[in-house]
């Protein structure tokens, strides 16, 4: 199984970025997928996860209203819109896919799988 994750980058404050995370190696329509987060010298946090249908979400408090998570089931691919990037935003992002038995929350021991991460900076 691998997550590809690309969309990174550096952005002012107040900008978006639009993550991507192609998964490939298991079925993807299939997996209930999300996103975690781990700023500089923090623990790994939970940003957004959505069900292997894509008709179900679930948001971190602080993602909601600025962010929004989606798939592609033609790509095999996951994204994470962010607007209105703030500098505590700043973190590297992971692309992550669920234990099958399990449902969208955000409990990393729910994870079964994490891609490499992708950079997220945001400057003020």
């Known amino acids: 199984v691998q997550l590809q994750a690309s969309g990174g980058g550096m952005v002012e404050a107040g900008g978006s970025l639009r993550l991507s995370c192609a998964l490939s190696?298991?079925?993807?329509?299939?997996?209930?997928m999300g996103w975690f987060r781990q700023p500089p010298g923090k623990e790994r946090e939970f940003v957004a996860a959505?069900?292997?249908?894509?008709?179900?979400?679930y948001y971190s408090d602080s993602a909601k209203g600025r962010v929004t998570i989606s798939r592609d089931h033609a790509r095999n691919t996951v994204y994470l819109q962010m607007n209105s990037l703030k500098p505590q935003d700043t973190a590297v992002y992971y692309c992550?896919?669920?234990?099958?038995?399990?449902?969208?929350?955000?409990?990393?021991?729910?994870?079964?799988?994490w891609g490499q991460g992708t950079q997220v900076t945001v400057s003020s």
């Open positions: 992550t896919t669920y234990d099958g038995r399990r449902g969208i929350s955000g409990h990393r021991e729910y994870i079964d799988y």
């Open positions: 190696g298991r079925t993807f329509s299939m997996y209930n």
């Open positions: 959505v069900a292997s249908t894509g008709g179900g979400r």
